[in-house]
């Protein structure tokens, strides 16, 4: 199956099901959850979909079918995974700065949870003793990842529990007799660097020791994956060795579960959104090309300052010319500035790249402006996922009152 949609599949989608869309490419999803099993091959590693990447039911369900488990980020994707059609024992919830309550409901539903403050563990050993084993996340203080924003493991990071704590996670540990069965440790996104996970592995072999219940090492996601031509990704085959090769070393290590969390590996590059354009605007300073939609829709450029690869699949050749292209909300929403594109002309369509990974899950209803539906392609059939809204999405659950 083809690894991109072709342009032409792109327009096709565009005319059935409107723009803004964002589509999916299921076999791109496939392909890659391939390559993470290919590459890790044993079955002592265990893959997780990071579900905050994309939560749409349809591509969870698709994701569970595919063979691989679910890492959740709040109750409701929990809740989301469980509807899905993923087992209890299937779904992982890696836990950060939530209320306790949402750790009992998640217990409760039966799903396995990674604890990220001693407050919480604490609150557990008090609650339950021993009765739920659970996982914790260290802090490894490492820097990693594309940049600060997206960097989660460093030493002023507020996720996990500083592995400076240990004694007072041991004290914790030890006067309930909390069965710890994972550790976590999640270094951040856009890592390309197999060392990276090395340097975290080797943190947690000096920890591993002191945790006699433990089954697993959680190595988080993070994977980078390209977003232009040329771009440095991480190799997931020197990856898997690299890692097996450091715990088969390692004698207290021989024995654990290794586990993983990939969001974007799994659903980056298999995402597009695809946009319509508004307008044309010459000024001295740039020609702008404002398109149906704007940080409302696709926020990772304004946001992380991200490069998402855009083309004019209507017009492909086209004399190239550099445009600026913004959005049509009432803030500044550059995707792009001075990009060479083919001529666009009113009503081009163009596609945005790597739309998958935090795309329409970090969307918002801006300006009133309705969310996109969503489309699934899976073996050349294009099927709608999720609606655009409507004008009673906006309102549902306001209150009117006259005041
Ligand atoms: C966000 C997140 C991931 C996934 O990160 P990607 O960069 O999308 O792979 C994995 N684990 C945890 C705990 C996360 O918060």
Aim: glycine share 8%; aromatic share 10%; hydrophobic share 40%.
């Amino acid at each position: 199956m083809s690894e991109q949609l072709t342009n032409e599949e792109l327009i096709q989608v565009a005319r059935e099901f409107g723009t803004p869309v964002y589509v999916y490419n299921a076999d791109k999803i496939e392909q890659q959850y391939h390559k993470l099993r290919g590459a890790f091959g044993s079955e002592r590693v265990k893959i997780f979909y990071a579900a905050k990447a994309l939560t749409n039911l349809s591509v969870l369900r698709f994701i569970k079918k595919l063979g691989a488990n679910v890492d959740c980020s709040s109750i409701n994707e929990v809740k989301l995974a469980l509807q899905a059609g993923f087992e209890p024992s299937r779904i992982l919830y890696t836990s950060n700065g939530i209320h306790f309550t949402e750790i009992e409901e998640a217990l409760q539903l039966g799903v396995f949870v990674n604890i990220d403050s001693l407050f919480n563990l604490q609150k557990l050993g008090a609650q339950y003793g021993n009765k739920y084993p659970v996982g914790v996340r260290l802090r490894p203080n490492i820097m990693a990842g594309g940049n600060l924003k997206i960097s989660t493991g460093h030493d002023k990071s507020k996720f996990g529990i500083p592995v400076e704590q240990l004694d007072q996670l041991l004290e914790i540990v030890k006067k309930y007799n909390i069965r710890i069965r994972n550790l976590h440790i999640h270094t951040g996104s856009d890592i390309k660097d197999a060392a990276v996970f090395v340097k975290g592995i080797e943190v947690l072999f000096d920890i591993i020791p002191h945790f006699p219940y433990l089954q697993s090492v959680d190595l988080g996601g993070g994977f980078k994956v390209a977003y232009k031509e040329g771009d440095p990704v991480i190799d997931v085959e020197a990856l898997a060795q690299k890692v097996l090769t450091e715990f088969d070393a390692h004698e207290t290590a021989r024995r654990l579960e290794i586990w993983f969390e990939p969001g974007k590996f799994m659903v980056s590059e298999a995402g597009y959104l695809i946009t319509s354009v508004n307008l044309i605007k010459e000024t001295s300073a740039t020609t702008f090309v404002s398109v149906n939609s704007g940080f409302n829709h696709l926020i990772r450029p304004m946001f992380y300052d991200a490069y998402h690869r855009i083309s004019n699949i209507t017009n492909p050749s086209g004399p190239v010319k550099a445009y600026s292209v913004v959005g049509n909300i009432c803030e500044t929403d550059t995707f792009a500035w001075e990009r060479p594109l083919p001529e666009v002309r009113e009503g081009d369509l163009l596609v945005f790249y790597n739309a998958g990974a935090y795309g329409y899950e970090m969307a918002s209803t801006f300006n009133s402006r309705f969310r996109p539906a969503e489309v699934i392609v899976y073996k050349g059939n294009a099927q709608l996922i999720r609606k655009r809204d409507t004008l009673d999405d906006l309102t549902r659950n306001q209150v009117v009152v006259d005041l």
